[in-house]
C-alpha cells in the first residue's frame, strides 16, 4: 500500500485543478481516502482522534496572530493611497533618467512590499497608476508589464511577507518533528522572526538584480525604456518628495526595526504596523467608516480563507502520515543519487512545478509539511531551507496559467496589452528569480548570516 500516499497527494492536486475550494479540496479528499482506508482495513481510526487538538493548536497559534494584522496593514495602506504617492513621488525623481520609470517601479515595488507585503495590492495599484503612463511614454509592453508582476511579488520575499509567516509556522512544527525523530529532547526552535530577518538579504539582493536588468535594458536597446521629458507629471519639490516617501519608511523602520533588533515578536509588530496604517490613513485624510468597514471585511475574508485552508491542510497531512506517506517520502530521499544535495533538487524543482498550477498558500500546507521534517533530518539548516522555498514560492505568482499577478495585471492592463505581452514580459523576470535561487544554494550564508549575528 506504499503507492495510497502518492495517490492520494495526486489525487487532491486534480481536485484543486477543477477550481473547488482549497480548504475542502483538501480536507474532503483526506476523509474520502479515511473513509475507504478503513472500510478496508487500511487506515486506523484512532488516527482521526488527532483532529480536535490539531484544530486547537490552529486557533491557539499566537504566531499566526500576524497574518489578520499584516492583511490589515496592507489593505489600509491600499485604501490610504499611500502607494500612489509613493509611485508618484518615485516617478519625478527617477522619471528623466533613461529606464527610470522602471527603476521607480522596482523601489517603490520594495517599499510596498516592506510595508503592506501583499501582492494583488501592489500589482493593482502600479499598474492602474504607472501602466497606462509607461505605455504612452513608448516602453515596450512586455517590459512595462513583466516589471509590475515581478515588482508586485516582492512582498512575498521581503519582510514582513504573509508567506513567510505561515512558512515560518510550518517549518517550526516540521524542525521540532524533525528533532524528536532523531533523538534529540532538547529541541533547537525556528521562529517568523528568524525567516524575516533571513530573508532580508536574498530579498534586497533581488531587487538588485531586478535593477541591473532594467539598467542593462535602457542601455541596451534604449528605444524599449526611454526617459520621460521634464514636463511630463506635476512638477518636482523635495516637499512631494518626502511627502511620499518618509511615512512608509517611518512604518517600515517601525515594523521591521522592532522585529530585527529583538524589541518585539513579528506578532507584536504586527500590531504596529496595523496602528501605525491607521495612523498614517488619518494623517492623509482617508479615514472613515466606510474605508474601515472595507478594510476589515476585506481582512476577515483573507484570514478565515487561510484559516480555513490551515484546518484542511492538518487533515491532509494527518491521513497522509496515516497511511506512512511521511516514511515513504524518508525512503524516496534517502534512496536519491546525490543523498541531501538530491533531495532539495528535487524538491525544489517540484515545488517550482507545482508553482504553474497551485497558490502559495497550497503549496505551503500542503507540500512543505511532508518534505521539510524529512530535508531538515537530512541536516538543513531550516533558515536557509525557509527562504529558498519562500524565493521558490515566489515564481507561482508569475508562472502562467495560473500566476496570480498575471490574473491581478491583466484585470487592470489596457486594452492594448495583450495577454501575451503580460507572458512575455515576466518570463526574464522568472529567470532572475531562478537565478537568484541558484546564489543562495551557493551562498547559503546570504540566509543564515545575519539572524545568527543578531541571535547568536
Given at each position: 500500500m506504499e503507492w495510497l500516499p502518492l495517490l492520494m497527494f495526486v489525487a487532491v492536486c486534480l481536485v484543486l485543478l477543477t477550481g473547488y475550494p482549497?480548504?475542502?479540496?483538501?480536507?474532503?479528499?483526506?476523509?474520502?481516502?479515511?473513509?475507504?482506508?478503513?472500510l478496508t482495513g487500511t487506515f486506523s481510526p484512532s488516527d482521526l482522534t488527532f483532529v480536535p487538538n490539531r484544530l486547537f493548536g490552529i486557533i491557539e497559534n499566537s504566531t499566526l496572530m500576524a497574518v489578520p494584522m499584516f492583511v490589515f496593514m496592507g489593505v489600509m495602506l491600499e485604501k490610504s493611497r499611500v502607494a500612489e504617492k509613493l509611485l508618484s513621488s518615485m516617478g519625478q525623481l527617477f522619471g528623466p533618467l533613461p529606464g527610470g520609470m522602471g527603476l521607480a517601479i522596482i523601489l517603490v515595488g520594495a517599499l510596498l512590499a516592506a510595508s503592506t507585503g501583499i501582492v494583488g495590492a501592489t500589482v493593482v495599484t502600479m499598474g492602474l497608476l504607472s501602466l497606462p503612463t509607461m505605455l504612452r511614454q513608448g516602453y515596450q509592453p512586455q517590459l512595462s508589464t513583466g516589471l509590475i508582476?515581478?515588482?508586485?511579488?516582492?512582498?512575498?520575499?521581503?519582510?514582513?511577507?504573509?508567506?513567510?509567516?505561515?512558512?515560518?509556522?510550518?517549518?517550526?512544527?516540521?524542525?521540532?518533528?524533525?528533532?524528536?525523530?532523531?533523538?534529540?529532547?532538547?529541541?533547537?526552535?525556528?521562529?517568523?522572526?528568524d525567516l524575516f530577518v533571513g530573508a532580508l538579504i536574498p530579498g534586497l539582493i533581488l531587487v538588485g538584480l531586478y535593477l541591473l536588468y532594467v539598467v542593462v535594458i535602457s542601455l541596451w536597446k534604449p528605444q524599449w525604456a526611454p526617459a520621460f521629458a521634464a514636463t511630463d507629471g506635476p512638477p518636482r519639490g523635495w516637499r512631494s518628495l518626502l511627502g511620499g516617501l518618509v511615512p512608509p519608511l517611518l512604518l517600515i523602520a517601525a515594523v521591521l526595526g522592532s522585529i530585527l533588533t529583538g524589541?518585539?515578536?513579528?506578532?507584536?509588530?504586527?500590531?504596529?504596523?496595523?496602528?501605525?496604517?491607521?495612523?498614517?490613513?488619518?494623517?492623509n485624510r482617508h479615514l472613515s467608516r466606510t474605508i474601515l468597514g472595507e478594510v476589515v471585511r476585506a481582512t476577515s475574508r483573507v484570514t478565515a480563507m487561510v484559516f480555513m485552508i490551515l484546518i484542511g491542510a492538518s487533515l491532509f497531512s494527518l491521513v497522509f502520515r496515516g497511511y506512512g506517506g511521511e516514511e515513504a517520502v524518508h525512503n524516496l530521499f534517502a534512496a536519491m543519487p546525490g543523498g541531501v544535495i538530491g533531495a532539495t533538487v528535487m524538491v525544489m524543482?517540484?515545488?517550482?512545478?507545482?508553482?504553474?498550477?497551485?497558490?502559495?498558500?497550497?503549496?505551503?500546507?500542503?507540500?512543505?509539511?511532508?518534505?521539510?521534517?524529512?530535508?531538515?533530518?537530512?541536516?538543513?539548516?531550516?533558515?536557509?531551507?525557509?527562504?529558498?522555498i519562500a524565493l521558490n514560492l515566489q515564481t507561482s505568482f508569475l508562472t502562467p496559467p495560473f500566476g496570480f499577478a498575471l490574473f491581478y495585471l491583466r484585470g487592470v492592463a489596457p486594452p492594448e496589452v495583450k495577454t501575451t505581452h503580460i507572458y512575455q514580459g515576466?518570463?526574464?523576470?522568472?529567470?532572475?528569480?531562478?537565478i537568484m535561487l541558484g546564489i543562495l544554494a551557493l551562498f547559503p550564508e546570504l540566509a543564515t548570516w545575519l539572524p545568527h549575528t543578531l541571535y547568536g
Open positions: 482549497v480548504a475542502f479540496a483538501l480536507g474532503g479528499t483526506a476523509l474520502l481516502f479515511a473513509a475507504g482506508g478503513i508582476c515581478a515588482t508586485g511579488t516582492l512582498g512575498q520575499i521581503i519582510p514582513p511577507s504573509i508567506a513567510l509567516v505561515l512558512l515560518g509556522d510550518v517549518l517550526a512544527n516540521s524542525y521540532q518533528d524533525a528533532q524528536l525523530k532523531q533523538g534529540l529532547w532538547s529541541l533547537d526552535t525556528v521562529s517568523v522572526g524589541k518585539a515578536t513579528p506578532t507584536e509588530a504586527a500590531g504596529v504596523g496595523a496602528f501605525g496604517a491607521l495612523l498614517l490613513a488619518a494623517a524543482l517540484l515545488i517550482f512545478l507545482l508553482g504553474f498550477i497551485l497558490d502559495f498558500i497550497e503549496i505551503t500546507f500542503v507540500v512543505v509539511p511532508i518534505v521539510a521534517p524529512v530535508l531538515l533530518g537530512m541536516g538543513l539548516d531550516p533558515i536557509w531551507l525557509g527562504v529558498m515576466v518570463i526574464p523576470f522568472i529567470a532572475i528569480q531562478l
